[in-house]
């Protein structure tokens, strides 16, 4: 299990920045849970790097000059035992970041992110507990929000969940304000094992791969 005491969280930096890549190693290098297991300059190298290299988490750059993080991270999510992807931007475009959270990734880091948030971000995602800070959940619900796609996939997220028990739709909304299971456990009064049954079992019904997929989709409901 990716974080457990057997092995450190397995890590692989993509990124067509040089320099990015080796302060990120030496941030995650020197935390003994997390190894740094491999690196890649660019979108058309994570394939073959994640067969060699076999990490947890990727942690992966958006903008590269031939095959972009979102492409990548396309690719990535679609193998059978896919690694984590947790997505760097400078957060200029923010449209970009909920494509890449639509295709799987567990979350996202600004490239200012201070070190030890870095590491913590790292471990939640590789964990599966993703969330997403209040400021970019207010930009992307902007983002979310406008236009008449909007409406499209607000349509479309109250149709699924329309489906869910009032249970169900409790740890949904939950998983939308960004808390951790062990938050949820406390907000409605279940042990923190159940919590980790009701998501895996969100997750099935509603066909999605993990729990950021779940806040999108509430966030698309209108439901915070």
Do not use: W
């Amino acid at each position: 299990m990716p974080g457990s005491a057997a092995r450190p969280v397995r890590i692989l930096i993509v990124d067509d920045d040089a320099l990015v890549r080796a302060g990120l190693s030496m941030i995650l290098g020197g935390t003994p849970d997390l190894k740094v297991v491999g690196e890649a300059a660019d979108g058309s190298e994570v394939m073959a790097a994640t067969t060699v290299c076999r990490p947890d988490v990727v942690l992966m750059d958006i903008r590269m000059p031939r095959l972009d993080g979102l492409a990548a991270t396309e690719l990535l999510r679609a193998l059978p035992r896919p690694p984590e992807v947790l997505v760097l931007t400078t957060f200029d475009a923010d449209e970009h970041v909920l494509r890449a959270l639509r295709a799987g990734a567990g979350g996202f880091l600004l490239k200012d992110t201070p070190p030890a948030e870095i590491v913590r971000a790292v471990r939640r995602v590789a964990a599966g507990e993703a969330t997403l800070s209040p400021t970019v959940t207010r930009t992307l619900i902007e983002h979310v929000t406008a236009g008449t796609a909007a409406d499209r996939r607000r349509d479309r997220a109250a149709q699924l969940l329309a489906g869910l028990t009032e249970r169900e739709r409790a740890v949904a909304v939950a998983l939308g304000r960004g808390r951790t299971n062990a938050e949820i456990a406390a907000e409605l009064f279940m042990s923190v094992a159940t919590v980790k049954a009701y998501v895996s079992r969100l997750l099935t019904r509603l066909d999605l791969n993990n729990r950021v997929q779940v806040a999108l989709l509430v966030h698309d409901a209108g439901l915070v």
